[in-house]
């Protein structure tokens, strides 16, 4: 694999947008959710960018690939959370298009990483 460093991956760079998208959006959030729900989602969508990293940082592909799993995992439970704060009414639908469209594109980056690295499934 031609990339030297995991700031190079799109999929490691926009899911950093992300996570500035979802601490911003959290920010709204009622102060007694600061242990529950604003904690979980901020660790979820850490762990992301987190995975991607640590991934490319192994030694072999199938380790990467098995990180980049762990990657998506975590983006689907922000997107979960994300539907949780907007049924709970802490956050208008509209505030979350921005981080939906990011979780998005971040999943296809994830999911076309992982083909290049092991080919189409």
């Known amino acids: 694999m031609g990339v030297r460093n995991y700031a190079d991956l799109i ?3 926009k899911a950093m947008d992300l996570v500035e998208a979802v601490y911003i ?8 959710e600061l ?3 604003t904690s979980q989602i901020r660790r979820a969508v850490v762990s992301i960018p987190s995975n991607i990293a640590e991934g490319q940082g192994r030694w072999t592909t199938g380790e990467f690939v098995h990180f980049l799993g762990i990657a998506n995992g ?7 959370q994300l539907h949780v704060a907007v049924r709970l009414k802490y956050l208008p639908s509209v505030n979350t298009e921005l981080a939906f469209g990011l ?19």
């Open 74 to 80: 975590s983006l689907r439970e922000v997107e979960t």
């Open 35 to 37: 242990y529950g729900l």
């Open 103 to 121: 979780a998005s594109e971040v999943g296809r980056l994830i999911y076309g990483l992982r083909n290049s690295l092991t080919g189409p499934s």
């Open 11 to 13: 999929a490691w760079q």
């Open 25 to 32: 959006l959290t920010y709204a959030f009622p102060k007694e």
